[in-house]
């Protein structure tokens, strides 16, 4: 069992940053990828950024030159830097974990990301 939990958002202006942070209750070691994923009110929950165990990265074109996945494997914790915020931006961010094998996921239980001025 993977415990996963979210901290970091908050409301901000347009045109401000935010990092989330995601702290896993295991080693980074035992996780094949981590994920970000976000959920606005009334709209389906979508794919922000991936990182997988050997470093490679993907972005949601929405996202891409604006946010950045990375982790730091001594404190088992993923990181969401997001810059340039947009109104759009706004929704619930939840971090997730696929174990070895992709046998398992799991799910932090998300921090809201409100920009607004």
């Known amino acids: 069992q993977v415990r996963l939990v979210e901290s970091g958002g908050g409301l901000v202006q347009p045109g401000g940053s935010l990092r989330l942070s995601c702290a896993a209750s295991v080693s980074s070691f035992s996780i094949n990828a981590m994920r970000w994923y976000r959920q606005a009110p009334g709209k389906q929950r979508e794919l922000v950024a991936l990182l997988w165990s050997l470093g490679s990265t993907h972005y949601a074109e929405s996202v891409k030159g604006r946010f950045t996945i990375s982790r730091d494997n001594a404190k088992n914790t993923v990181y969401l830097q997001m810059n340039s915020l947009k109104p759009e931006d706004t929704a619930v961010y939840y971090c997730?974990?696929?174990?070895?094998?992709?046998?398992?996921?799991?799910w932090g239980q998300g921090t809201q990301v409100t920009v607004s001025s």
């Open positions: 997730n974990a696929e174990s070895l094998g992709g046998a398992s996921s799991y």
